[in-house]
T-cell receptor
Framework: ETGVTQSPTHLIKTRGQQVTLRCSSQ?????VSWYQQALGQGPQFIFQ???????GRGNFPPRFSGLQFPNYSSELNVNALELDDSALYLC????????????????FGPGTRLTVL | GENVEQHPSTLSVQEGDSAVIKCTYS??????FPWYKQELGKRPQLIID?????GEKKDQRIAVTLNKTAKHFSLHITETQPEDSAVYFC????????????FGRGTSLIVHP
């Protein structure tokens, strides 16, 4: 198992609400990436944080936002939840160099299962 | 952006047989290709990866091959065991601009005892 942890494990929200998901990166890792994994699909890249700055973003609307803290832990915030936001949200940590955003080997956390009713 | 196609979506084999999963990618700038195994309800775990300066890499029963000219890479599992049953994802990283890893849709491997 990796040293990446996520909380909470499961979450149920209703449409229009806001949610915050948390991720603690593996020791020594300074880069955190967030992914959305819908049922039966591969993970889709949301964004990546390197040294507290967003450093790469996938095709997700601005209501998906994040933070990275000085200890390299991270939060994913989703505003105005929609039914389609129901998914497993994964974070992955890695060691970044700042030039190429993130290095190659990412280690995933166990995920947060979000259900939007 | 990068586009990764993965086939087949489901693969059923008998224990001891070999399994091959294939992925194609579109961005010739991609230079890193990891494979992940995800068991039901668990996190994706990296099982093997390959970089564009290498054509083949092997780790015990698992191997990955890369054909940069054709832009495809494959995962080979030999002597399959029931515990190999899981969903396998390939991914490709483009070096153009920001690091945006793109995953395939996954292959559900079922190994029958």
């Amino acid at each position: 198992e990796t040293g990446v942890t996520q909380s909470p494990t499961h979450l149920i929200k209703t449409r229009g609400q806001q949610v915050t998901l948390r991720c603690s990166s593996q020791s020594g890792h300074n880069t955190v990436s967030w992914y959305q994994q819908a049922l039966g699909q591969g993970p889709q890249f949301i964004f990546q944080y390197y040294r507290e700055e967003e450093n790469g973003r996938g095709n997700f609307p601005p209501r998906f936002s994040g933070l990275q803290f000085p200890n390299y832990s991270s939060e994913l915030n989703v505003n105005a939840l929609e039914l389609d936001d129901s998914a497993l949200y994964l974070c992955a940590s890695s060691v970044g160099t700042g030039e190429l955003v993130g290095t190659d080997t990412q280690y995933f956390g166990p995920g947060t299962r979000l259900t939007v009713l | 952006g990068e586009n990764v196609e993965q086939h087949p979506s489901t693969l059923s084999v008998q224990e001891g047989d070999s399994a091959v999963i294939k992925c194609t990618y579109s961005d010739s700038a991609s230079n890193y290709f990891p494979w992940y195994k995800q068991e039901l309800g668990k996190r994706p775990q990296l099982i093997i990866d390959i970089r564009s300066n290498v054509g083949e890499k092997k780790d015990q029963r698992i191997a990955v091959t890369l054909n940069k000219t054709a832009k495809h890479f494959s995962l080979h599992i030999t002597e399959t065991q029931p515990e190999d049953s899981a969903v396998y994802f390939c991914a490709a990283r483009s070096t153009g601009g920001s690091y945006i890893p793109t995953f395939g849709r996954g292959t559900s491997l079922i190994v029958h005892p």
